[in-house]
């Protein structure tokens, strides 16, 4: 039952009342506000490396959108001859293939922001064999602001060039902010490398390899398995989820996952270390993208975030696939700041007060769950239309959390927007799509998950500290110097006898386990213990349960018998072992009296009798007395005598591999 209380103005308050339990599963949702429905695509030509770097740059106040395209993008024009004229556009080779201009692209990222671009292996000499590298500093217009080649500095000792500041190759990772710009210097100063950072004024600052900085342990973030290059790109993205307290989140490439098609990961910066998330909160795939021209491979490889690109009022993400020299732009949709939260008339729900609950239920209970929404309409509250229904609300309910009254309840609430619709993406040519008409709720606030315990009646801290003393004896059969040893008769059964007590407060699924011997013992039966439940788990372990919950001083006393095997071993076999443990889901103040364990040696008896009879049963001697040697016949040794045997077994058990010699 869904009702709306009334107020005037946002933010609305939406009560859900529920009765027993729902039914579902909690499912991962890695959907978010990056949209992958639309984006835009920019292609380079094949063996480029289009897409190797990217970087958000606005051109004054405009974005960057589009792509560069050059007077020889078309490659046959490098093939012409040059006229030798001084208005030919032929291109004139130079030397300069090889020096990776464009391995390093950064940009402030804002409006009329400059950029940097550097050429790491850049040699100022076509004979030179030590790469200085240099980088370039870029206008906002993207016209050339300056070149900063650190290693070419008078004051820097050259003379043990590759050991000091000869081939530093500046440039291999560079970054831009405010007046700062920051290069990196692989080569320098004996091969630890070094960090340079130039202000506007034209100070420059240098550090090497070495840092005295501390800071605090770090949080690892596990890519998704092997040979993924998890973190092989990573960007800040700014505040993406718009939340109010601004903090910055980040993605992460990882352009080999998933057979090589690559993924970006996305995660949400928190106040503290305990309260970051490890599991990201978007997950984005070049399978999610639609109506590329060609499959696109190791997407993520580079990442540029933190800008507003489309003026919408979110940071966007722009993703480069080097292989597939592709560069994608994520753009994110706005965001409706909502919280979820629930309310409950007690603490703790009382397991037999439930009132008018449905028939079969053991108990019930009122629950009310509330939706904020924030009136602020840069937190998307001016897309809402508070006069009609909004939002969909779902309540699902974690069935394994439900089996004792020990362990809480756990829900899963909700949100969303009502026949939400998806952007879609447009023709190649047609005007993007305005993403301001496609909100989303917030990643967390959608979906609120708590818990509800149960009143366990063990005192006012709800922790049920238990006793549980497990004993058993084997019933008719003594312990001797060789422990127990039972001969077998007419009886082809043993009991054994189990008394388990609680000494404490409640035990919640009390149960004990017994392992037994399946070669030599059929399924055992419960003899003697009133209304007790039993079952097996596998082929030689029976749990009887002791009840949900076993109160306190409650003793159950109970045998378990086993009809013995017939004809798998015979006389003395190997003794066979038994194994008890009783426990619960409440707390065991003294697990050292709940196991039991003993071995029972089986002698099995069989009484076997030996009969012999000759055939003929008398035998008369006379006659004419012969030799040896005149004996012609078989008749003349005289009348043949046969013996016969018979071997009886008297019981009570069965024998095999019985001979007689």
Known sequence: MLQRRGRSSPPPISSLTLFGLLSSNFVAIFAFNLDVHAPIYKYGHDGTYFGYTVAEHFKGDVPVCEQVRSEYEDKSSYLKSPDLSLTGREVHYLGKNGELLGASLASQGTRR????????????????????????????????????????????????????????????SAAISGNVMVTGLIGAMKWTGGVYARKAEGGIFGTTGESSKVFHPPITLKGPGFFSQFGLSITKLGNLDGDKRGYNDFAVGAPFANDGKGAVYVFLGEKSKKEFRKTPAQVITSSDLPNLRRPVKSFGFSLSGGSDLDGNGYPDLVVGAVTGGVVTVLRSRPVISIMATHKTASPFIDIEKGRNCPRGAKTCFPLDLEIFVDNDPSKGADLVDFNSNVFTCNLEENDNSAKDWINPLKFRFTVRIMNERKPFHPAEGRPIVDLKQFPILNKYGASYEFQIPFNTR???????????????????????????????????????????????????????????????????????GAKLGWETIGKNVVVVHLGNPMDSNMKHSFDLRFKLMRGRTEGIGRPLQFSAIVN?????????????????????????????????????????????????????????????????????WTVRNVYAK
């Open 584 to 652: 619960s889901t409440s707390k065991e103040t003294n697990p050292g009296d709940n196991e039991w364990k003993s071995d029972l040696q089986i002698i099995k008896r069989a009484e076997m009798e030996l009969v012999g009879t000759s055939d003929p049963p008398l035998v008369r001697f006379g006659g004419e007395i012969k030799d040896e040697s005149s004996m012609d016949l078989e008749e003349d040794i005289g009348v043949m005598v046969r013996h016969n045997y018979t071997l009886h077994n008297k019981g009570p």
């Open 113 to 172: 922001g400059g950029a940097v671009v550097c050429a790491p292996l850049m040699r100022f000499h076509n004979t030179s064999a030590y790469t200085q590298g240099a980088c370039y500093e870029l206008n906002s217009d993207l016209t050339l602001g300056g070149t900063y080649t650190t290693c070419l500095q008078k004051n820097l000792p050259k003379l043990d060039r590759h050991n000091e500041y000869g081939a530093c190759m500046e440039g291999f």
């Open 458 to 528: 063990c005192g006012e801290d709800q922790v049920c500290q238990t006793d549980l003393v497990l004993e058993a004896v084997f019933v008719g059969i003594p312990k001797t110097e060789k422990g127990y040893v039972s001969n077998v008769g007419d009886k082809d059964y043993l009991d054994i006898t189990f008394t388990v007590e609680n000494r404490k407060e409640k035990a919640y699924q009390a149960a004990l386990f017994l392992t037994y011997d399946p070669e030599e013992l059929e399924l055992p039966m419960v003899v003697g």
